[in-house]
């Protein structure tokens, strides 16, 4: 884990409220092997309070995970790519929607212009997704991320075939590893699971 000492990733999360607890024990995993994380928030993960907790909880264990204040605003993410302040980005988890948003280039949010700013600088953007309908409409969206530069997965699985059978989830555990390899420009296999 060497390779991640003292690199600056910004650690995205979008709105899959169910998957916070393994997202951001993975993000303990990367500040345990020496990174610089940098919380940023997609509005709705920063604004919505569900089942899984208050988003202001969710905001304070980052900040205190990465002892950096969180971005909450496109305002505020814009510098990122100008001002060259991060070596890679994590989207951690990505949600469906945010997908779809990577794929057309549409930029309306904190999470969204902090993944703009790292296509400017050509720089890795790591994708954990959890999505209920990756193998239904979100198909065809992370088969072209699969196939665009600069975007790498990490590695997921069906969560609950019985019950969503078009689900599939992340594999939070494997995001340094996938990060590594990112740095690397490869793609960490196997991918699904």
Do not use: W
């Amino acid at each position: 884990m060497k390779k991640l000492l003292d690199k600056r990733i910004g650690f995205a999360v979008t709105g899959s409220f169910c998957t916070f607890e393994p997202a951001f024990k993975s993000a303990e995993a990367l500040v345990s092997a020496g990174a610089e994380l940098i919380p940023i928030f997609s509005e709705h993960a920063a604004s919505f309070d569900t089942r899984f907790g208050k988003a202001a909880d969710h905001i304070r264990r980052m900040e205190e995970i990465s002892g950096r204040k969180a971005i909450l605003s496109i305002a505020d993410a814009e510098p990122l790519g100008p001002k060259d302040l991060l070596d890679c980005i994590a989207v951690c988890p990505c949600t469906s929607n945010t997908m779809s948003k990577l794929v057309y280039g549409v930029v309306d949010t904190t999470v969204t212009m902090a993944v703009k700013s790292m296509l400017r600088n050509s720089k890795p953007i790591v994708l954990a997704i959890a999505t209920n309908d990756a193998l239904r409409c979100s198909g065809k969206n992370i088969g072209f991320l699969m196939n665009t530069r600069n975007y790498y997965f990490v590695p997921f699985r069906q969560d609950a075939p019985d019950k969503k059978p078009a689900s599939m989830v992340a594999l939070f555990e494997k995001l340094p590893d996938t990060i590594i390899s990112a740095f690397d420009g490869n793609q960490i296999q196997p991918l699904i699971i």
